[in-house]
């Protein structure tokens, strides 16, 4: 009679085991099948038409933007030259005023003239 007890144990336990690990396939498997579905369902989403155009018309804002920014930066840039050019003008322009000035100070320190005078406080008043 201990014998069947032993083998009646054994029977359970390995029945126990085989539909423990018989579990664990198909848990295993069902996992995988569902992560396929999902992974078939994102690709199917992603290739769709509305999305492709979504993507599309993504991009080409995005170009669209980038354009803008560059036309901006171009526009920046011209307006930056322009004032240096003013300023540089503006330089240039005192510079000669300066010597105008100093010119007429020396002529009119060489020769006192009422004209040389004229031209003097003139040249020199613009400055």
Do not use: H
């Not at 029945?15 to 099948?33: H, M, N, Q, R, T």
């Not at 290739?47 to 920014?69: C, G, M, T, V, Y």
């Not at 011209?78 to 000669?96: G, I, L, P, S």
């Amino acid at each position: 009679m201990n014998i069947r007890y032993a083998l009646l144990t054994l029977c359970i336990t390995l029945g126990v085991g085989f539909g423990i690990v018989l579990s664990d396939i198909i848990k295993a498997a069902g996992a995988g099948a569902v992560i396929q579905f999902a992974a078939w369902e994102v690709e199917k989403k992603w290739n769709s038409p509305e999305e492709k155009q979504k993507r599309a018309n993504k991009n080409e804002l995005d170009r669209i933007k980038q354009l803008e920014r560059k036309q901006e930066e171009k526009r920046r840039a011209k307006q930056k030259k322009e004032m240096e050019e003013k300023a540089n003008d503006k330089a240039r322009r005192k510079y000669e005023l300066q010597k105008t000035c100093n010119f007429w100070k020396k002529e009119y320190s060489k020769e006192r003239s009422s004209k040389n005078k004229t031209y003097m406080d003139t040249a020199c008043s613009r400055r």
